[in-house]
Every structure is written in structure tokens, then in C-alpha cells.
């Protein structure tokens, strides 16, 4: 590029002269920084969960739910089935969403394994973007939040379908977490409100 004046010479300018100076460290920081570490993460234990699911999960009732998909077919997809008790448990919210998920499935118990998944992913990465508003920035560490929601250990909730109720609770209790932990002067009032829905559904499932 040449710049041209009225009593100056023409000067050539690189045009490589406006890109940073690379080191080690800036490649290091480029290729390894917090916030690519925690997707990466987050995406490669999202992935091997659903591998797992896929690979395990088979389409039949398996323990609790043989009792669950009874009552539900015996008494329909209604508010007495909603509000019954199951052993010591009354499941309202999560009792809704599996009794939707197997009507609109046809009964697949696949369906709650997957529902599952799902919940347990949004609720990480609401609690990632909580965290990093609150911080302003990623952590490498931040990456145990779905390593502790996306793993193997939650093989019985991932292939039991029905399990999606003790999920709903999950979900709650993240929600509530992330209300929480971005209160702010001026916003009190307001995070209180949306940590009292958190609480009411939380009551609701369990």
C-alpha cells in the first residue's frame, strides 16, 4: 500500500505490520483459553453421554416404571394421576412431563432417557453462563460443572426413563442456583421473585 502526500515520498507499508506479534504464549492463550477448554468439555461429555445412551437405553419398562405406565394407563393422563403419591414421593411437575413425554411417544421409555439428557445439559450450561457472568470471565474449573451433570454415574437416570422426575428436581435446583448467584444491588427484589418460582417447582417435584 502506498501513501501518497503533496511533500512526502511514497512509503510502502506492510500490511502484516497490524498483526500481533505471536509467541508461545499467545498461541497457547489462543489455542488453550478457559472459555474453549469449558465447550470443549462440555460438548465432548455431552457427546460420549449420548453415545451411552443410545448404545444401552432399550425400549421396555424397566422397575418403577412398570407400576407408573400402569397407573398411567389405567387412569389416564389426569390430574388424579398427576397428584398420586408414588412410594413416599408425590412427583407433580415430573410426573406431568413423563406422562407427556409417553403420550406423545407412544409409550418408547427411550423417550425419558433423552428428556433427561436434555435437562441435565441445559441446566450445566445455564450454570456455566450463570458462573461467568457473575466471575466475568471462564474458568479452566468451570469445566466440573458438566463433568458433574454429564458422566456415567447417571447410567440408572439415563436408562430408566421414568427417572425424568428426579431430573425435574435437578433442573430446579440448578435454576435456583443460578437465580441466586446473580443478584445484584437493584435486582433483589427480582431475584428473589425468580428464586421463588425455582423454590414453588421445586416443592412440586418430590
Not at 501518497?4 to 500490511?15: C, D, F, I, M, N
Not at 418403577?64 to 397428584?83: I, M, N
Request: charged share 10%; aromatic share 14%.
Amino acid at each position: 500500500q502506498f501513501i501518497h502526500g503533496s511533500e512526502v515520498p511514497p512509503v510502502l507499508v506492510s500490511p502484516f505490520t497490524s498483526l500481533p506479534r505471536l509467541s508461545l504464549r499467545n498461541v497457547w492463550n489462543i489455542a488453550f483459553s478457559a472459555e474453549r477448554f469449558v465447550f470443549a468439555g462440555f460438548s465432548i461429555l455431552l457427546v460420549a453421554t449420548g453415545i451411552y445412551l443410545y448404545r444401552f437405553a432399550v425400549n421396555m419398562p424397566f422397575q418403577d416404571e412398570w407400576d407408573a405406565a400402569s397407573s398411567l394407563l389405567t387412569q389416564g393422563f389426569a390430574p388424579e394421576w398427576w397428584l398420586s403419591k408414588h412410594n413416599e414421593h408425590r412427583f407433580i411437575v415430573g410426573r406431568v412431563l413423563w406422562g407427556l413425554l409417553m403420550t406423545a411417544t407412544g409409550f418408547d421409555f427411550r423417550a425419558g432417557g433423552w428428556l433427561t439428557l436434555v435437562l441435565l445439559a441445559t441446566s450445566a450450561g445455564g450454570l456455566l453462563l450463570a458462573v461467568r457472568k457473575v466471575r466475568g470471565h471462564s474458568s479452566f474449573t468451570d469445566v466440573l460443572v458438566p463433568a458433574l451433570l454429564l458422566n456415567a454415574g447417571h447410567c440408572f437416570n439415563l436408562l430408566m426413563g421414568y427417572q425424568v422426575v428426579f431430573t425435574a428436581f435437578t433442573v430446579c435446583g440448578c435454576g435456583l442456583i443460578a437465580s441466586l448467584l446473580q443478584v445484584q444491588p437493584g435486582s433483589v427484589f427480582r431475584t428473589g421473585l425468580w428464586g421463588g418460582d425455582w423454590l414453588v417447582l421445586l416443592v412440586g417435584n418430590g
